[in-house]
């Protein structure tokens, strides 16, 4: 946006809502909203501390890991169903179904299936990631020009040959725009599975703060958490604008 | 009209000059007829052309020889041996190209031989001579969304040539460039087949095209899909790519396959 020939750096309407924020937090309407700069303030001293670094640590972790089982699951899956007609058939219901259900509901069931560690909140957050990485794949394979296969296959491209060199290339950008809603919805999952299974990570910071009306600190966390979620997907977005000069002509 | 043959029995050359052959080829579609027994025979070193209207099954017949179709029945010999699916003794021009849009010009006209396993400073030296060949040099390193509609059916052409087969499978692979980079592009296959010792499969809806760059032009008819004349024009093709089209034979042969044509054009 430009504003008297002037361009403005993106993201500069937060400047202005965070204004807002910090006059509606010294007008002291709210407990709930203490100004921006106490939060700001509470951020930069939470930073280092033990139960900081082990909540960053320990939600990171699980996030990485969870996100990795979605990426490497879910794209040969969403390929290998963009493909096969039979495996189409049986599996998407199941990716339909599980993509638009509150998976907040299954948690349980999970943690009667897989305990109440850490390995129900990876699974907890790989399943709120993976369909959507699965049905983005699937619809990336599905366009592809039906005649770059005719040609690899005319060339003598073996099946393996075919996958690397045309359909994953081919479908790179729908699969990256799969891969960043997947991990914006894993974020979600994992604060969900943090909250719900055991009380660790932030997760546990959240629940701890908010019982006992930390409200600067709660907020602190959240900002926290917005940043890493939108580094992640800005990064995503970067490499899906990278291949976006070919995206429009397939 | 001597130079017009009516084909009852397809005469045959000595069969060392067939390159392709195609036998009592019968394809279906479920219930539709594609090809209905089609029998054709393409001598090596020349240029046919399968000329038809809409739906007479002449795209599939040479995805057929490609490879790429298997025919409900009948057999496709190459070079007397039969095809069973896409070899490297046949390299197709695709109408849209079929780029790869994420990879450069090189490695586009590299990709035949890439598939081969041949090694990446081997084949870009074979790419490289193609890319000039056509007509791209300086053009490597340009993606095909940075080309011209007429540039990326050079790229094409240029990724069949580098896999050095002796037949050359081409379909309708000017009919998405304009009237202008069309004619070159038609002057330029006639010293291609001149001087590239290679057969060449054509597949065409325009009836000049056919007439100015074909040896041996197949016209096939729709309902049931069959060859309906093979005609072989003679006297103007050694006058030099200028005075065809002003040829009085040119014009007598397209005339008349736009005779016989015209009932079958909605």
């Known amino acids: 946006m430009k504003i008297y020939g002037y361009r403005l750096p993106a993201m500069s309407s937060l400047i202005l809502w965070g204004i807002l924020w910090e006059v509606v937090g010294q007008t002291g309407v709210t407990f709930f909203v ?13 930073i280092g501390t033990t139960s900081f670094t082990r909540a960053l640590t320990e939600t990171g972790y699980a996030f990485i890991i969870s996100i990795f089982i979605a990426i490497t699951i879910g794209i040969p899956v969403g390929i290998l169903m963009g493909r096969s007609r039979l495996l189409d058939e ?8 599980f993509l638009s259900a509150p998976l907040t509901a299954l948690v349980p069931v999970l943690m009667v299936l897989f305990g109440f560690g850490m390995k129900a909140i990876v699974i907890t957050t790989t399943l709120f990631a993976i369909w959507i990485i699965i049905l983005n794949s699937r619809a990336g394979v599905r366009q592809i ?4 296969v005719e040609m690899a296959h005319s060339f003598g491209a073996s099946p393996v040959d075919a996958f690397f060199k045309i359909y994953f290339w081919a479908a790179l950008p729908e699969i990256l725009g799969g891969v960043r809603i997947g991990t914006i919805r894993a974020v979600k999952g994992i604060i969900i599975g943090q909250l719900l299974i055991s009380i660790v990570g932030f997760g546990a910071l959240f629940e701890l703060y908010s019982a006992n009306f930390l409200m600067s600190h709660f907020w602190a966390v959240l900002i926290v958490l917005f940043a890493l979620a939108f580094s992640i997907s800005e990064f995503l977005a970067f490499l899906e604008r990278k291949v976006a000069y070919y995206a429009a002509k397939r | 009209m001597s130079q017009i043959k009516e084909v009852v029995a397809p005469q045959s050359p000595a069969p060392d000059d067939i390159a392709v052959s195609a036998r009592n080829i019968t394809k279906n579609y479920g219930d539709v007829e594609a090809l209905k027994d089609l029998t054709l025979e393409f001598p090596r070193g020349q240029l046919t052309s399968l000329l038809g209207p809409s739906g007479c099954g002449k795209t599939t017949l040479l995805k057929i020889i490609a490879g790429l179709l298997q025919p409900t029945s009948g057999n496709i010999e190459v070079n007397g041996k039969p095809v069973t699916g896409p070899g490297p003794n046949r390299a197709f021009v695709f109408q849209d190209f079929a ?17 081969r396993g041949v090694a990446k400073s081997e084949r870009e030296d074979v790419a490289a001579k193609y890319i000039g060949d056509v007509g791209l040099a300086g053009f490597e390193k340009s993606y095909p969304h ?6 990326r059916q050079r790229v094409g052409l240029a990724r069949a040539l580098a896999v050095d087969a002796k037949v050359l499978l081409m379909d309708e692979p000017f009919s998405a460039v304009d009237e202008q980079t069309r004619r070159k592009f038609q002057e330029d296959l006639l010293s291609l087949v ?3 010792n290679k057969t060449f499969i054509f597949v065409t809806h325009s009836i000049e095209e056919a007439v100015y760059v074909s040896d041996q032009i197949a016209i096939l008819l729709p309902r049931p899909s069959r060859v309906s004349e093979i005609i072989r024009p003679s006297g103007f093709r050694n006058k030099g790519a200028d005075s065809i089209r002003r040829d009085s034979e040119y014009l007598d042969i397209v005339d008349n396959i736009w005779a ?5 054009v909605e």
């Open chain 2, 99 to 115: 780029l790869l849009p994420w990879a450069s010009v090189m490695r586009n006209v590299a990709f035949g031989l890439e598939l």
């Open chain 1, 90 to 97: 049986l599996l998407l219901p199941w990716v339909n179904v």
């Open chain 2, 194 to 196: 001149e001087n590239e």
């Open chain 1, 34 to 46: 203490p100004p921006l700069s106490d939060v700001l303030v509470t951020l930069y001293s939470m």
């Open chain 1, 145 to 148: 020009n039906r005649s770059l």
């Open chain 2, 260 to 264: 016989s044509l015209r009932n079958y």
């Open chain 2, 146 to 151: 940075e080309l011209s509609g007429g540039m």
